[in-house]
């Protein structure tokens, strides 16, 4: 069956950095476009990042632009978002997702979420 | 941006019920429209795509229906598992995929 396994959450400092990760299994990985989603403490759910099945392509929310990467290696069947300069507001659950079939950005399947607290 | 507004906030409904959640978006997104429900502590569930196609598995008292900026959830005999929140995201003009600000169903 499905499964994606979020990891790599914890606390850290404004301005520093975490890597986070997702890994995939029970379906063919390098088939499927994936995706980060984050929600802040009590609120809604906000997209993030996207990335083609292959890597070739990416595509970001504009709060993160610049400062997190969306990454995968298709051999591991796994995600990455590197998130640098981090600040308050990136204070939230962040969830990996798979799209649907053929690039469509809706998300069938998601991992149980990594917290990742930004605090001094 | 294409920005998605949900109503109600909260919906209070009793269990067997019919439940009607709407969704508005500032352009037309087509029928390029998802529904998901998310229940606490667990990440969310894709319920319907397509605006009116239920995800595999998904009951049949889940219906979605509309298209252009006007969108609807319906449930049509509440159970005791369905009561969570309810978000849209559309899905037609990306980047940024933006989803709604969400619709809690709670027990009346």
């Known amino acids: 069956q499905v499964q994606l396994v979020d990891s790599g959450g914890g606390l850290v400092k404004p301005g520093g950095s975490l890597r986070l990760s997702c890994a995939a299994s029970g379906f063919t990985f390098s088939d499927y476009y994936m995706g980060w989603i984050r929600q802040a403490p009590g609120k809604g759910l906000e997209w993030i990042s996207y990335?083609?099945?292959?890597?070739?392509?990416?595509y970001y929310a504009d709060s993160v632009k610049g400062r997190f990467t969306i990454s995968r290696d298709n051999a591991k069947y796994s995600l990455f978002l590197q998130m640098n300069s981090l600040r308050a507001g990136d204070t939230a659950v962040y969830y990996c997702?798979?799209?649907?079939?053929?690039?469509?950005?809706?998300?069938?399947?998601w991992g149980q979420g990594s917290l990742v607290t930004v605090s001094s | 941006e294409i920005v998605m507004t949900q109503s109600p906030a909260t919906l209070s409904v009793s269990p067997g019920a019919r439940a009607t959640l709407s969704c508005r978006a500032s352009q037309s997104v087509s029928n390029n429209l998802a529904w998901y429900q998310q229940k606490p502590g667990q990440a969310p569930r894709l319920l319907i795509y397509?605006?009116?196609t239920r995800d595999t598995g998904v009951p049949a008292r889940f219906s979605g229906s509309g298209s252009g900026t006007e969108f609807t959830l319906t449930i049509s005999s509440l159970q005791s598992e369905d009561f969570a929140v309810y978000y849209c995201?559309?899905?037609?003009?990306?980047?940024?995929?933006?989803f709604g600000g969400g619709t809690k169903v709670e027990i009346k």
């Open positions: 995201q559309q899905y037609n003009s990306w980047p940024p995929l933006t």
């Open positions: 997702a798979r799209g649907r079939l053929f690039g469509e950005p809706t998300f069938d399947y």
């Open positions: 990335i083609s099945s292959v890597g070739r392509s990416v």
């Open positions: 397509g605006a009116s």
